[in-house]
């Protein structure tokens, strides 16, 4: 049985198959070049109406016989009929918004993401066996102008220069008439050639589906043959769909335009900005572009400031953490540091207290790179290290300005770190973020950058860890049952495990069939009680610092993500996934 794919092992253990026949039908795969199910439905060892009840139980996606459904045909035009092919899909009818579609494997996701965004329509799968769709595919596809959308890199695209308008606008849906680029009025540039091009529409699309979609960034990666697309949704990496290499230079270079980079240097690294005018509201775009070997991939980090949490009590605190930070941010002075890797929702934790006590009284001042919102009643400084305004200068000039609240955006290296130090033990309220694996970390990594641990006790009053988490989707919501034995090894007491109940999603059109739609932050909040500076100051380890602060009652990252799950918002699998065992 080892031998065999995870499929044919399922097919062994319904009885449909036998262990044999499902050998046999692997090597006839093999040479046919087809799924297991249909070599199978071949050597006449299984039926395909049988099969298709298996697979429809198996991916939990109801079944179809497509000898039984008209297919409408006037939808076959946006899906390419390689397209249909390759992934063994086929778009049947509409209804409103939505569109039905029939696959052979509901677990593609690509496929199934690249068909929404070509269609901007949510969809209903079916599933049904890969015999039956090629005969759909057959049959109904020479009925249609089998010409491709420019898009899927067929013939229309190695032969044309630049791309069709028309063939633009059914991949994207949107007319670029309803995004409008913000130009610095210091550093104005011209996009009357850019404009010119049906390459802005692609663009402006991509962009726009990415905010519609909840992306928090866009990678555009030139691979060998082809151009990958890729959304993070929810800090999972999603493949939206391919295009053609002959777009690829276009492509690049329309974004460093808008970007204002340098698009004959393709050669470094550049970082720019793109500012939008979409639909009333304004949208930042964090580029960076890095030269690859086919290439230059570009990312593109979305600042969407409608977007932004500032309020404490919904980041994701459990109540105790809540009280413990916001005491630390109502203390006069000393240094408080959030840590956590990139991506975890420092800054917004760290806006979101800023926010919490900016007062008409309060003079708070930042330090960032780059500066990500901007927050009224506060002052934000951009570092420029090019002209030497580093972090190190710019606390040393805010001391001159008569702070109360100083914040960094990070603390790198030892200058920063003494300054910061130095600035908290002379009456200022000092935030900063710093990368360590946990909140009893830090107080190490300090002390490694050549900070001595007298200060550190005496500056420190709280550290804060933190990871995001995915939320299970509301609307797919159900409770699931989890064995004892995993619930012991990943840290629920004994006497909780008869009560604790565990949920999931199962997957559907509002979370695109992921079972999670949202995240929340997942913390460690560590305030530096008395105890804690006498370990420091004794040299204590990071083991020592840990178990003590978890005696004088911190909550571990892997606690308070089980408390999360404890709460129905998010999944064992995914506190397992952002967090380590304590």
């Given at each position: 049985m080892?031998?065999?794919t995870?499929?044919g ?16 039908g ?6 046919d ?5 249909t ?6 060892y ?16 109801p079944?179809?016989d497509l ?9 076959l ?5 390689e397209?249909?092919r390759?992934?063994m ?28 965004f070509?269609s ?17 595919i057959?049959?109904y ?5 089998k010409?491709?959308?420019a ?8 032969t ?11 991949l ?14 210091e550093e ?11 390459i802005i529409?692609?663009?402006n ?9 909840r ?8 691979a ?15 493949q ?8 690829k230079n276009?492509l690049?270079?329309?974004i460093?335009?808008m970007?204002r980079?340098?698009i004959?240097?393709?050669r470094i ?5 793109i500012k939008?005018?979409?639909e009333?509201?304004?949208?930042d ?5 890095l ?6 991939k570009?990312?593109?980090r ?20 809540l009280?413990?930070?916001q ?11 959030v ?7 420092k ?5 979101s207290?800023l926010?919490?006590v ?25 570092i420029k ?8 200068s ?9 702070p ?9 290296d ?9 600035a908290?033990?002379?009456?200022h ?12 970390s830090?107080?190490?990594?300090l002390i ?14 709280l ?7 995915r ?16 619930l012991?090894?990943?840290?629920i ?5 008869g ?9 559907c059109?509002a979370?695109n ?6 995240r929340?932050?997942l913390y460690?909040?560590m305030?530096i009680?008395?105890?804690?500076k006498e ?20 909550l571990t990252?892997r ?11 998010t ?11 304590d």
């Amino acid at each position: 049985m080892a031998a065999l794919t995870l499929l044919g092992q399922q097919l062994v253990k319904s009885g449909l198959v036998t262990e044999k026949q499902v050998e046999e039908g692997l090597a006839l795969q093999k040479t046919d070049n087809t799924r297991l199910g249909t070599a199978l439905v071949k050597l006449g060892y299984i039926k395909e109406e049988a099969l298709m009840e298996f697979l429809s139980k198996q991916y939990n996606t109801p079944p179809i016989d497509l000898s039984k459904h008209q297919v409408d045909t006037t939808l076959l035009k946006m899906y390419p009929y390689e397209k249909a092919r390759k992934n063994m899909m086929i778009p049947i009818s509409k209804d409103g918004s939505s569109l039905k579609i029939a696959i052979a494997d509901p677990s593609n996701r690509p496929a199934i993401e690249e068909i929404q965004f070509i269609s901007k329509m949510k969809t209903s799968m079916y599933v049904a066996p890969e015999a039956m769709i090629l005969r759909a595919i057959e049959e109904y596809y020479p009925k249609v102008d089998k010409q491709k959308v420019a898009l899927d890199g067929g013939p229309s695209a190695a032969t044309k220069a630049s791309l069709g308008m028309d063939e633009i606008n059914k991949l994207i849906g949107r007319a670029s008439k309803n995004v409008t680029v913000i130009e610095d009025k210091e550093e104005r540039v011209s996009l009357k050639d850019a404009e010119a091009a049906p390459i802005i529409t692609l663009v402006n699309g991509i962009l726009i589906n990415a905010v519609s979609d909840r992306a928090s960034d866009i990678h555009i990666e030139p691979a060998e043959k082809e151009v990958i697309l890729r959304y993070r949704m929810d800090g999972v990496l999603k493949q939206i769909m391919s295009l053609p290499m002959s777009i690829k230079n276009a492509l690049t270079s329309r974004i460093k335009i808008m970007a204002r980079l340098d698009i004959a240097e393709r050669r470094i690294p550049q970082d720019g900005r793109i500012k939008l005018k979409y639909e009333g509201g304004e949208i930042d775009f964090r580029v960076s572009t890095l030269p690859v070997i086919y290439g230059e991939k570009i990312v593109m980090r979305l600042l969407d400031k409608s977007n932004l949490q500032l309020d404490l009590t919904k980041l994701g605190f459990l109540q105790k953490q809540l009280d413990d930070f916001q005491e630390a941010l109502s203390k006069p002075y000393g240094m408080l540091l959030v840590t956590g890797p990139t991506g975890s929702g420092k800054t917004t934790t760290l806006y979101s207290g800023l926010a919490s006590v900016s007062k008409p009284d309060v003079n708070i001042t930042t330090a960032e790179d780059p500066v990500e919102y901007n927050l009224a009643g506060i002052n934000q400084v951009q570092i420029k290290q090019e002209v030497g305004l580093t972090f190190a200068s710019a606390l040393r000039a805010f001391l001159r300005q008569d702070p109360d609240i100083i914040m960094v955006g990070e603390i790198r290296d030892h200058e920063t770190a003494e300054i910061g130090i130095k600035a908290a033990l002379t009456g200022h309220m000092v935030l900063s973020t710093i990368h360590t694996n946990d909140a009893p970390s830090t107080v190490t990594r300090l002390i490694n950058m050549g900070i001595e641990p007298f200060l550190v006790s005496s500056a420190l009053i709280l550290v804060l860890a933190q990871r995001l988490a995915r939320k299970i989707c509301l609307n797919c919501k159900n409770e699931i049952t989890i064995s004892e034995k995993i619930l012991v090894q990943v840290g629920i007491p004994k006497e909780e495990i008869g009560t604790f109940k565990t949920y999931s999603g199962t997957g559907c059109q509002a979370c695109n069939q992921t079972g999670y739609k949202g995240r929340i932050a997942l913390y460690e909040v560590m305030p530096i009680k008395s105890e804690l500076k006498e370990l420091i100051l004794s040299g204590a380890t990071v083991e020592d610092l840990k178990r003590e602060a978890v005696r004088l009652g911190m909550l571990t990252l892997r606690q308070s993500g089980l408390a999360k799950v404890k709460e129905g918002v998010t999944t064992i699998d995914e506190v397992l996934r952002c967090t380590f065992g304590d």
